[in-house]
């Protein structure tokens, strides 16, 4: 029988951003590309309409990483 070991162990935990600035598939795309480059995060999912962003993450993750990541996307973290 075949065995695969958990990929992760313990609580996945959501935060919820607000991104200004987006205004269409690209940037959604740019804006995400970003924060899956932050460790620990494991799904991005962006509304484009509201701007709201929902990250998935397996570890903590800081504001000041989020914040980073939209500024060097070219977007603008609402606070
Ligand atoms: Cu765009």
């Known amino acids: 029988m075949a065995w695969a070991p958990p990929q992760y162990i313990g609580r996945m935990s959501t935060s919820t951003f607000t991104v200004k600035g987006m205004t269409c598939g690209n940037c959604v795309k740019h804006v995400t590309?970003?924060?899956?480059?932050?460790?620990?995060?494991?799904?991005?999912?962006?509304?484009?309409e509201s701007g709201a962003v929902v990250i998935t993450s397996d570890s903590d993750i800081s504001a000041a990483d989020v914040e980073a990541a939209v500024v060097e996307a070219g977007y603008e973290l609402v606070k």
């Open 33 to 48: 590309e970003e924060l899956n480059t932050i460790a620990g995060v494991t799904n991005v999912d962006i509304t484009l």
